[in-house]
Nanobody, 115 residues
Framework: QVHLVDSGGGLVEPGGSLRLSCAASGIMLKSYTMHWYRQGPGKQRELIANIFSDCFSYYDDSMKGRFSVSRNDLKNIMYLQMNSLKLENTAVYFC?????????WGQGTQVTVSS
């Protein structure tokens, strides 16, 4: 069936990097607008990035210059490359799309930035 699986999170020091993955089954990511969300401690889930079918990307201001979204269409995986990580980037990160008028979420992957 159709599902998204998030992975790649972990513990990283400030200034470090992580690459998150969103692997899709049952749908082709290149045919959909995809989203990355994050939910920090005590905060609501918020949209931080989009990637469209033509690979044009949108980023929240807090991500510009440090994070980037991409797709590997052969592997059917979306990535979030996270560089120069800061303490405030600690959150659970989720990928999402809309499939047949329903929100389709990954299960989330924890990113913890700590010294």
């Amino acid at each position: 069936q159709v599902h998204l699986v998030d992975s790649g999170g972990g513990l990283v020091e400030p200034g470090g990097s992580l690459r998150l993955s969103c692997a899709a089954s049952g749908i082709m990511l290149k045919s959909y607008t995809m989203h990355w969300y994050r939910q920090g401690p005590g905060k609501q889930r918020e949209l931080i990035a989009n990637i469209f079918s033509d690979c044009f990307s949108y980023y929240d201001d807090s991500m510009k210059g440090r994070f980037s979204v991409s797709r590997n269409d052969l592997k059917n995986i979306m990535y979030l490359q996270m560089n120069s990580l800061k303490l405030e980037n600690t959150a659970v990160y989720f990928c999402k799309t809309v499939f047949k008028s329903q929100n389709l979420w990954g299960q989330g992957t924890q990113v913890t930035v700590s010294s």
